[in-house]
Each structure stands twice: as C-alpha cells, then as structure tokens.
C-alpha cells in the first residue's frame, strides 16, 4: 500500500484529506442528543429543528370541514399544542398528528353512530315482534301507569335515552291491563304531562280518577302528587 502512495508524506496527506472531507459532509448536520443529554442540549436540538416554543406558535386550526359527528374544541386543540411543545414535535407533524386524530376521531363516530342504528333497528324488530301494531298502545299504557305511581314516564318511552327495555315495557303495560284503565291517569289528556303538572291535575281536576282519592286524603295519592311537586321545583 505504501508503494501506491510512494512515501509516509503521500500517505498522511492523502489521509488528512480524506478527514477534511468527511468533516465537510458532516457541517450543518444536526446531532440528535444522546441518553445522557442534558435539558439545554435538548432545547437546543429542538430549536435547531424548528420546534416552537410556545404552543400559540404552532398555529393549529381547526379544519374547514370536520368529519360528522365531531365539532371544534378550542381547550383541546390547546392542550394539544402544549403536548406538541413538551413532546419537541415540529410544526408539520403537529399538524399530521393532528389530522390522523380527527381522522380517528371520526372514525369512531361513525362506528358509534353504526352501533346505535344497529340497536335501534333491534329494538324496533322486538318491539314488533312482542306487540305487534299495539306497541304505541302499550307505550301510552304503560306511561299511564307510570304517571299513577309517580314514575318517571321516560322510562316506558322508546325514543328515550331513559328505556328501561322492551321487557319492563311489556311487564307494565301488562300490569295496566290488569289494573284497569279507569285506575289510571288519562291517556291522551295527560300524555305529554310532566310529573309537576300531573300533580296539578291529580289535585285540581275533578275529571281525573285520582283527584277524589286526593281529596280523600289517600296517603299514597297524596305521597304521589307531593313527588310529582317537588320534581318541578
């Protein structure tokens, strides 16, 4: 090898060269700090990358277009830039971060908004099938029983959020029947009552079949219309 160079002179130069060589394709290169790296060594690899240093300077927005079912939330878009900062993120992958979680986001949305539509669809199948072309009839009666005992009608309406289920609706409704209608509140006169003005009625109303047993003094009427009062205040 050295006879390829022709002397040590020739061999170091070659060398020295070479080195310098290398240097110059190393200068302006970033150096990622090591495990060891102190807190100001990390900063400034950071600023040398173009990590902000506040959240504010990320500029993040909200989309022109969210996808369905997810709207703006200004506290958490912050809390995310903050996290941005903290995590040493650059502003282009702040803003990818950012879309692939909206884009998540959406996702789940939509496979929620799936889910509901499968159990609504379920639901209705069941009601069907348990009452057949009855089943606005066997709400209204069992929201009728409901509102002679004080309960909350809600829980007898299917389009609540408040449904106790097709069972305890057929097992109330049931209980109607068995009861008797002229034992109940008035179906279509007081359909859409809240328990405060159901009260009123009980009391007031001589039309309705609870308002003599009211005036009789009957404790569990009157325990009745006292809850249905103090539901409105």
């Known amino acids: 090898m050295l006879a390829q160079f022709g002397d040590l002179k020739s061999l170091a ?30 900063t400034a690899f950071h600023k040398s990358i173009g990590v902000p240093e506040r959240a504010a300077d990320y500029g993040l927005k909200p989309p022109d277009k969210f996808p369905e079912g ?22 282009k992958q702040a803003l990818g971060l950012q879309e692939f979680q909206l884009r998540m986001v959406g996702e789940q949305a939509r496979a929620s908004r799936d889910a509901v539509a499968v159990a609504l669809a379920q639901e209705k199948a069941e009601l069907r099938a348990t009452f057949g072309d009855a089943v606005e009839r066997s709400v209204d009666l069992a929201q009728r029983v409901a509102r002679t005992k004080g309960v909350d009608p809600a829980y007898f309406d299917p389009q609540s959020e408040k449904f106790w289920g097709v069972e305890a609706l057929s097992l109330i409704a049931r209980l109607g029947v068995d009861v008797g209608e002229g034992h109940l509140v008035p179906g279509a006169a007081v359909k859409n009552l809240s328990q405060a003005a159901w009260a009123k009625d009980v009391s007031t109303n001589p039309s309705n079949p609870m308002y003599a047993k ?9 325990a009745q219309v006292n809850r249905g009062y103090r539901s409105g205040t």
């Open 214 to 222: 009211f005036q009789a003094g009957d404790p569990e009427v009157v």
């Open 13 to 42: 130069r070659v060398m020295k060269d070479n080195m310098a060589a290398a240097r110059q394709k190393t200068d302006g290169m970033v150096k990622v700090p090591g495990a060891e790296a102190t807190p100001e060594e990390w």
């Open 70 to 91: 997810v709207g703006d939330d200004p506290k958490l878009r912050e809390a995310f830039a903050q996290e941005a900062v903290k995590l040493g993120l650059t502003p």
